[in-house]
């Protein structure tokens, strides 16, 4: 079993930063990957970015070189920083964890809720 708790949501202005976070219930060394995913208004919910246990990343192409996904090891924590934030970014982002033992399972935060907005 793994719980993620997400922080960091908000309002932020068209241009500005906002840093996300999700705090694990176990370490992350144990969890194969941890991502972060959104979904906006009559949408999908959709990749944002993934980090793995060894440190590859993998990003969205509407985010790369604007977000930048990593780890706290020691905090349990995967953060995702968002700069350059523009109104389409806005929707709810949830934290992901996957975990292939004993069974391949997916587990998810409550979800945060970013809205990118003059």
């Known amino acids: 079993q793994v719980q993620l708790v997400e922080s960091g949501g908000g309002l932020v202005q068209p241009g500005g930063s906002r840093r996300l976070s999700c705090a694990a219930s176990r370490s992350i060394f144990s969890i194969n990957a941890m991502g972060w995913y959104r979904q906006a208004p009559g949408k999908q919910r959709e990749l944002v970015a993934t980090i793995t246990s060894g440190s590859s990343t993998n990003y969205a192409d509407s985010v790369k070189g604007r977000f930048t996904i990593s780890t706290d090891n020691a905090k349990n924590t995967v953060y995702l920083q968002m700069n350059s934030l523009k109104p389409e970014d806005t929707a709810v982002y949830y934290c992901?964890?996957?975990?292939?033992?004993?069974?391949?399972?997916?587990?998810w935060g409550q979800g945060t809720q970013v809205t990118v907005s003059s």
């Open positions: 992901n964890a996957f975990v292939k033992l004993p069974i391949s399972r997916n587990y």
